[in-house]
């Protein structure tokens, strides 16, 4: 049992960061899809 423990408190410690920084990760993923959408669009219209 507390092997078990202790691999399960090992896992989730090596995921809370990951759920910490999603919601960051995605903004800022969307901050460049948008920057490549406006980036195409100025280099089109000139």
């Given amino acids: 049992m507390k ?3 202790i691999a ?3 896992r989730s410690a090596k995921q ?3 759920l910490y920084f999603a919601p960051l990760v995605g903004a800022i993923k969307e901050v460049r899809a948008e920057f ?4 195409k669009r100025s280099d089109t219209s000139e």
Avoid: D, G
């Fill in 8 to 10: 399960e408190f090992l």
């Fill in 3 to 5: 092997n078990t423990f």
């Fill in 16 to 18: 809370a960061p990951r």
């Fill in 36 to 39: 490549r959408k406006v980036s």
